[in-house]
């Protein structure tokens, strides 16, 4: 199982970002996805989830209604549209699938909003 992660970088308050996650090495169709974030001097905090078809979504309090995550499970990725971004997004962010009971991430991309 792989998943790397692009799309990471430097965007000013209210700004937008969009984060892709490129899936390999396991039946992408069958599981669902997930969108992590880790702050400085914190945990990682679950930010969106996705059904194996994507017909169900939920995200997380703090980013309802300005983050969308997607799929295309013809090409094996999953994607994190991000708007009016805030700085308390700053974060690294990662994917991550569970297969068989095992969780698999990716390296992370650094989400940096400042002005």
């Known amino acids: 199982v792989q998943l790397v992660e692009s799309g990471g970088g430097l965007v000013q308050p209210g700004g937008s970002l969009r984060l892709s996650c490129a899936a390999s090495?396991?039946?992408?169709?069958?599981?669902?996805m997930r969108w992590f974030r880790q702050g400085r001097g914190n945990g990682r905090e679950l930010v969106a989830y996705?059904?194996?078809?994507?017909?169900?979504?939920n995200y997380a309090d703090s980013v309802k209604g300005r983050f969308t995550i997607a799929r295309d499970n013809a090409k094996n990725t999953v994607t994190l549209q991000m708007n009016s971004l805030k700085p308390e997004d700053t974060a690294v962010y990662y994917c991550?699938?569970?297969?068989?009971?095992?969780?698999?991430w990716g390296q992370g991309t650094q989400v940096t909003v400042s002005s």
């Open positions: 991550r699938v569970s297969v068989w009971g095992r969780d698999y």
């Open positions: 090495g396991f039946t992408f169709s069958n599981y669902p």
């Open positions: 996705i059904t194996n078809t994507g017909g169900g979504t």
